[in-house]
């Protein structure tokens, strides 16, 4: 079983449409928990933090289901260009290591 | 604006040869690290380092080695280049567990 999983999509919404994306994680002893956005061809970046209390920053909200093992990310009003993959980051055993998922894949048309 | 550079964006090796990937940081950060990322594999940790000469491996070290002599320039040492190890290579630094910046990547391809 992987240490986090992401169903890989791609997801194929139209503009406006509201997604979401579900990442499960295996180690329980996970402390920090994060959302990377990848455009094709480049580095991962940082798209937000989540934190236990859910997050929200503009149209993205993150949410952490500890006793669930699961963190998700709702994109709300979808533009073209939120076109992406997003990687469900956590925390290993160590907090030098992050474990990332295999990514989701979201693909906005007009 | 924080950076991380990589020396080559594209790479082509021949089997055997030994290879040099460079990465270089502009953030004082204590932590670096070396990935591959592979379709459906997703970002794979090779080797990781938190400090000057200090390195620990990853999930993949297998085939690699890894330098850190000065505190904002981390190598990656293939020692003897494989067909396996065409990849993409990101290197990445960042301090505690804030963000984590990578760098542009290196599409290496072993022929």
């Known amino acids: 079983r992987k240490e986090v999983e992401q169903d890989p999509g791609p997801f194929n919404v139209p503009e406006g449409a509201t997604v979401a994306f579900n990442c499960t994680y295996s180690n329980s002893a996970s402390q920090s928990f994060f959302w990377y956005r990848q455009d094709c061809r480049k580095e991962p970046k940082l798209l937000m933090s989540v934190y236990s209390s859910g997050n929200e920053d503009g149209r993205f909200t993150a949410q952490l289901n500890r006793a669930s093992q699961y963190i998700s990310l709702l994109i709300r009003d979808s533009k073209l260009s939120d076109s992406a993959t997003y990687l469900c980051?956590?925390?290993?055993?160590?907090?030098?290591?992050?474990?990332f998922g295999s990514g989701t894949r979201l693909l906005v048309r007009p | 604006d924080v950076k991380v550079t990589q020396s080559s964006r594209y790479l082509v090796k021949r089997t055997g040869e030994k290879v040099f990937l460079e990465c270089v940081q502009d953030?004082?950060?204590?932590?670096m690290f070396w990935y591959r990322q592979d379709p459906g594999l997703g970002l794979r940790l090779i080797y990781f380092?938190?400090?000057?000469?200090?390195?620990e491996k990853g999930d993949i070290p297998e085939g690699y080695s890894v330098s850190r002599e000065k505190k904002e320039r981390f190598s990656l040492i293939l020692e003897s280049a494989s067909t396996n190890q065409t990849s993409m290579y990101l290197c990445?630094?960042?301090?505690?567990?804030?963000?984590?910046?990578f760098g542009p990547g290196t599409r290496l391809t072993v022929t």
């Open positions: 380092s938190y400090d000057v000469k200090m390195k």
């Open positions: 953030m004082d950060h204590e932590n």
């Open positions: 990445a630094s960042r301090t505690g567990v804030r963000e984590q910046y």
């Open positions: 980051v956590v925390t290993g055993g160590s907090s030098y290591k992050l474990i």
